[in-house]
């Protein structure tokens, strides 16, 4: 079993996820770069071994069963347990999505990814953090899940364009984080939500405003935390973002 902290992040292949491998690497962790393209994981490996990184390939759907618990798998032989999880991978489902004319199907995608995919890549994993002394889990999340930002002034509202499938996704995922907190309120386990910014990344045709390695600081953070450390919070650079 490795001595080293031992982290996976999903969709860790580029964007924001690349730069978490990158952080939490750079701390002198074991970092798993889940991805389910091969290519592109193997790529990312590849850079961030270069890079002085401990990085290892995890080959991971979020969307498929069969994928998660064949990643906890390659985790277990890899290190014997797992210390941090952030749970990054996420899809809009393009644009538009006004409400009025949204297609069921888009928003059954984007929740089977976004909040599923969490679910079931977590509960993959939860016998590995068990073992570890100190556990996290980071829910990669979004300031537009925000129901007190979507539901304020038009000056208060910080929060993107309408989108019925993403948004909600992430208000979805923002009451998943709650839940396992409440369940595993009494371990040492802990487990909160962290919004990234407005980050150029391809989810958003590179429209952002903040870096990657900026978008990546909050889970960094948060999956560095003290064992006295919140659980069953919802963060972002500034502070705590409303519910």
Excluded: H
Excluded at 228 to 240: E, K
């Amino acid at each position: 079993m490795s001595e080293r902290t031992i982290a996976l992040v999903t969709g860790a292949n580029k964007g924001i996820g690349y730069e978490i491998a990158m952080g939490l690497g750079a701390l002198g962790w074991s970092v798993g770069v889940g991805a389910r393209d091969d290519q592109r994981r193997a790529a990312a490996v590849e850079q961030l071994r270069a890079a002085g990184v401990d990085a290892f390939g995890v080959p991971l759907d979020v969307t498929d069963d069969a994928s998660a618990t064949a990643a906890a798998q390659l985790i277990e032989e890899q290190a014997g347990r797992l210390d941090v999880l952030v749970n990054n991978a996420a899809i809009t489902g393009g644009m538009p999505q006004e409400p009025t004319r949204v297609d069921p199907a888009t928003i059954r995608t984007v929740v089977e990814t976004n909040v599923i995919g969490v679910i079931r890549v977590t509960n993959a994993m939860m016998p590995l953090l068990r073992r570890s002394a100190s556990p996290r889990i980071v829910n990669m999340s979004s300031s537009v899940g925000s129901l007190t930002r979507q539901s304020g002034t038009a000056a208060e509202q910080m929060t993107g364009p309408v989108a019925v499938a993403y948004a909600p996704s992430k208000t979805f995922l923002n009451a998943v984080t709650l839940q396992y907190a409440r369940e595993l309120s009494g371990t040492n386990i802990l487990i909160n939500a962290g919004c990234p910014g407005y980050v150029a990344t391809d989810l958003n045709g590179f429209r952002g405003v903040r870096t990657p390695e900026q978008g990546a600081a909050i889970a960094i953070k948060l999956a560095t935390l003290p064992d006295d450390g919140p659980t069953g919070r919802f963060f972002q650079d500034a502070g705590v973002v409303p519910w």
